[in-house]
């Protein structure tokens, strides 16, 4: 009896699953950090910086910078439940919704952001969710409405070394169909530096395990808070790898912001730049 064999392409060798494996993370990897903001806004009065370091090549974090209307920006960093590639689509979905909302231009942040909520309850699994923290600036005033959606509290350091610590306002997205979105307010004055981060830096363990926590990132933010916001967030990064000493378990996110010309006491006609680095 004859059995067939498998035949083999002269001069072409078998696949290999985990070469396979990884070529295809790196295009991933590719794609996600295509989608954090290549060429931001670039507005009188603010430079900016985001920094996104994935765990395992692609994650659920982004940040995203966007100009709905003149005089007005928002600062978006969300943490997308889960890691690897299901957490990146999810996180491109509710980028994509944020995105598309935010074009047809300014609005009411609830409104907006309770049909953000919607689409993307409605698209992903009952045991994912997002935390979000979204900021509003009107550049003439200074003022920054902001929602916070069961996320790590940024940071807001004004002169004179205040800390301010814009606190969560509603419970992350996806878990509820019936969910709204309280807006708080602050002002920010010249000078002043916004720290937004993901809990990937809050919750990184060092070898003791104990947490980087909160008190160490405000710690860090004042150390290197004369430096530009590239400079920061890169600082502040290189601090917790190598508190947790190179085993990071989460994705960390990062976004610094600095004030030019708001409005407020003390306002100034000095013009800001832009400054940013993405996650490579």
Partial sequence: MNIP???????????????SHFEEMRLAHRVVA????????????????????????VGGDFYDFLEPGPGRLVL??????????????????????????????????????????????????????????LGELDQASGRLGYVNCGHVSPILLH???RAERLGPTATPLGMFEAWTAPVAATLIEDGDLLLIVSDGVTEAVGPGGDAY???????????????RPSAVVRAIADEVREFAGGRLTDDLT????????CGGPGRSSAPGGNAREGGR
């Avoid at 994509?96 to 919607?118: C, M, Q, T, Y």
């Avoid at 990062?254 to 010309?261: D, E, F, G, M, Q």
């Fill in 5 to 19: 064999q498998e035949s083999e392409t002269p001069g072409r060798e078998p696949a290999d699953p985990l070469r």
């Fill in 34 to 57: 295509r989608l954090l903001p290549r060429r931001g806004p670039r507005p009188e009065g603010l430079e900016w910086a985001g920094l996104c370091l994935p765990h395992s090549g």
């Fill in 76 to 133: 978006a960093l969300g943490d997308v439940s889960g890691k690897g590639v299901a957490a990146a689509l999810m996180m491109a979905t509710l980028q994509a919704s944020l995105r598309s909302h935010f074009a047809l231009g300014p609005g009411d942040l609830p409104p907006l952001l309770e049909s953000v909520n919607r689409l993307f309850t409605a698209c992903t699994a009952s045991e994912h969710y997002a935390t979000l923290f």
């Fill in 159 to 161: 002169r004179g070394l």
């Fill in 213 to 227: 926590g909160d008190d160490r990132l405000l710690a860090a933010l004042l150390a290197h808070r004369e430096l």
């Fill in 254 to 261: 990062l976004v610094a912001a600095r004030a030019r010309a």
